[in-house]
């Protein structure tokens, strides 16, 4: 059996100033972000579709803004909000942890939808190209709630060789963050970007991602002591997996319709727009 390390949540003291290693792990992800956005580009299937430096830089920013605004909404409307209507204040507090990730999630597709239409750039390609930058940024931010002792998993045998002594708890857990970290986010990560080196139809990638982040936190989140659960169908389920339940049956649908064709963007490119006035402008003078 194992001890947590019990960390200092705090990176950083200059008393004025305190630096947590949440917030760290939040630099970490949007990092990754960058780099890995930059290693797409290499992908001939990638750069066919018009992507830019330009374009990861711009997106990251409302990228920041979609993950922070939704994922501590989402904390607040899905997990706690007789507390944070209680105590109000502590929603700006996010240094302090509490970060839906389906909050962050639907944050992030608002703020991309927002930059797709701002730069012109199909909605389906978009997701697309951000699908395989995200496991990673979670993993680190399921890291982060490791060192502050956040998501305490479920009791755990005491024969079980990683179980774990956690602060505050009075019995061995299943270190749930290093669990979801491994497997929602690296694991995750592996196999999206695997299925991103090759061109793949408008959206398919987008759909792999949800509909497989659905499927691995829906398992995760059996080791997970649950913020809450709900019945359903006479099935007692976390709140969590009750979150995720939408994103594995909607991933699954997205993925049909991507095989089928139904998200690819008619384009036009300015070659063709110069050719097709040109030829209008024949028949015009042919007509005359």
């Known amino acids: 059996m194992l001890d947590h390390p019990n960390f200092n949540p705090i990176a950083l003291d200059l008393g004025f100033f305190k630096i947590h290693w949440y917030g760290i792990m939040y630099l970490v ?34 990228g920041v803004l979609g993950v922070i605004v939704g994922g501590r909404m989402g904390e607040v409307i899905f997990y706690q ?39 012109k750039m199909p909605l389906a390609y978009v997701y697309d190209f951000i699908a395989p930058l995200v496991p990673l940024g979670y993993a680190a931010g399921r890291f982060g709630n490791f060192i502050n002792h956040e998501l305490p998993g479920r009791m755990a045998s005491t024969d079980l060789p ?23 986010g690296i694991l995750l990560f592996i196999i999206v970007w695997l299925f991103a080196r090759k061109a793949r139809p408008a959206l398919a990638v987008g759909a792999v991602f949800v509909m497989l982040y659905g499927c691995a936190r829906f398992f995760t989140e059996y080791f997970r002591t649950p913020d809450y659960e ?45 050719a097709n006035k040109a030829a209008s402008s024949k028949s015009k003078k042919s007509k005359k």
């Open 230 to 274: 709900v019945n359903l169908l006479g099935i007692t389920i976390s709140a969590g997996q009750m979150l995720s339940l939408p994103m594995i049956l909607v991933g699954a649908l997205l993925l049909w319709l991507a095989y089928a064709g139904k998200f690819t963007p008619v384009q036009t490119s300015p070659v063709s727009v110069e």
């Open 81 to 119: 909000p007789m507390y944070f209507l209680q105590n109000p204040l502590e929603i700006f507090m996010v240094w302090k942890g509490g970060m839906s990730f389906h909050g962050g999630f639907l944050g992030v597709l608002v703020a991309m939808s927002l930059w797709a239409r701002q730069a």
């Open 162 to 184: 990683w179980a774990m002594n956690w602060p505050g708890v009075a019995y061995p857990v299943h270190p749930s963050p290093l669990y979801q970290m491994l497997v929602d």
């Open 29 to 62: 992800a949007f990092a990754q972000f960058i780099v890995l956005g930059r290693l797409r580009l290499r992908m001939p299937h990638v750069a066919a579709r018009g992507w830019t430096k330009e374009h990861i830089d711009d997106m990251l920013f409302y």
